[in-house]
């Protein structure tokens, strides 16, 4: 009789481990299933696609626009444009971004996800190029001359041109939503919300074609020549600026800047290249484009 027990008992014992055995081994995760890297991952978001460098982009229709406005000199008269499609980054360039590739960080005010600041508008073409390069993209720029090769596939600043026509994004008035200044706290950071200071980027509303601190939070370095009269004599097609000059143009007004300096339209210049970058103002950002 007790060698019967055992034997039983000996049976419950190899049935338990057996069937324990199954258990763990079914919660075990399965290995998830092999991915393949591209240049780009397209998002669920229709016409917005990640770059390599896990950056987001907005692919922009051509289109044709009016490009100025009466309201300021140097943006008059308004003038017919029309612009050839081109990639454009959904945020101002970060400085962890900024960082990851140039192995530095020039801002003032430290944040990663805030917009990098403080670049002089070489820099801002340099990291263009080095992105370039870290994606396998012919750079645009000569960094001797500073001549932009607009045939090149790699990235680039936004022509001014490109610029406004996508800050605008179809819109035809002062800012590219509906409700003029009085709703320009729910789509920028400028003086009256910002305290004196930037903020993370992609916290306002976009624009309609998905873009985020286009006005407001830094300004913007444009690959443009600035020249007040510009406007009478640009192409009506794809215009790049003037062939020379002494200042550079900066775009969409920042958080230290009026709900005035904000608009589409306004337009700001700098030297391109400080001979310290301590000071360049820490106002200063870019995003950039590609075709």
Known sequence: MQSGHLALG??????????????????VPAEPPATTSSPENEN????????????????????????????????????TVTISPFHMDCNEVTQEAYEQLMGHNPSRRVGARNPVERVRWTDALK????????????????????????????????????????????????YSFEGGAERLADHAWFRDN???KHHPVGQKTPNAFGLYDMLGNVREWCH????VDYYGQSPATDPRGPAAGEKTVLRGGAFSGSADS????????????????????????????RK
């Open 10 to 27: 000996m049976l419950l014992t190899t049935l338990w481990m057996v069937t324990g055995c199954a258990e763990r081994r079914s919660t």
């Open 44 to 79: 669920e978001s229709a016409g917005q696609a990640t770059t390599a460098g896990a950056i987001p982009m907005v692919m922009i229709p051509g289109g044709q626009f009016t490009m100025g406005s009466d309201g300021q000199q140097d943006a008059s008269p308004p003038h």
């Open 127 to 174: 990291f263009c190029n080095a992105r370039s390069i870290q994606e396998g993209r012919k750079p645009c720029y000569d960094t001797a001359t500073w001549a932009c090769d607009f045939a090149a596939d790699g990235y680039r600043l936004p022509t001014e041109a490109e610029w406004e026509y996508a800050c605008r994004a179809g819109s035809t008035g002062d």
């Open 194 to 196: 910002a305290r004196r």
């Open 224 to 227: 443009d020549w600035y020249a």
């Open 262 to 289: 904000c608009t589409c339209w306004a337009r700001y210049c700098d030297e391109p290249g400080f001979a310290d970058a301590c000071v360049a103002s820490d106002d200063y950002g870019f995003r950039c484009v």
